[in-house]
């Protein structure tokens, strides 16, 4: 019998400043499917197609005021800040510790500075519009997503590979 692997720290980078000790909360990207019904004649039921992937984005709260990320706010470029989630997950059976990476790249539709009240846990919240995914576990990458270069890439396998090609791109 085996426990799950749970997170047992971390801590966000963005644009390489450590936020070690402020970071309170992440909330990494849902990686989901736009998937859409079709049933043909001769099919007694219909199936999901798949159209490719929805929007991605990532949600993170500090503990308090992140000019880091104000100047970052309205910035032009679609992948102008760059963020990365480094966690440390461990099984509560076993000794070893499973180092997990999330990089991303985008730029922040929504900056929440919260309620301001002296003596109370003033929480500042940014949601962050993303371009570009990398997920790596002990240093493997697992999955790689860069919307712009159509490139989509599982366990080393490139799925959107044959689709360039047919593209010329």
Request: aromatic share 6%; charged share 30%.
């Amino acid at each position: 019998m085996a426990l799950p692997r749970k997170l047992k720290n971390m801590n966000l980078f963005n644009d390489g400043i450590s936020y070690v000790g402020e970071v309170e909360e992440v909330t990494l990207p849902v990686l989901e499917r736009q998937m859409e019904e079709w049933r043909g004649g001769g099919m007694n039921a219909p199936i999901k197609t798949d159209h490719g992937m929805n929007a991605l984005s990532m949600e993170w709260t500090c503990g308090g005021l992140m000019d880091d990320a104000l100047k970052q706010f309205g910035i032009t470029k679609h992948d102008g800040a760059l963020l990365r989630f480094a966690g440390a997950y461990q099984r509560d059976d076993r000794a070893d510790v499973d180092a997990v990476e999330v990089t991303v790249r985008g730029r922040h539709s929504k900056i929440d500075m919260g309620t301001q009240k002296p003596g109370d846990n003033t929480q500042f919240k940014v949601t962050s519009e993303l371009s570009y995914f990398k997920l790596e576990i002990n240093g493997q990458v697992v999955i790689e997503i860069d919307i712009l270069n159509m490139i989509e890439r599982v366990n080393g396998e490139d799925r959107l590979a044959d689709q360039r090609k047919a593209l010329g791109i």
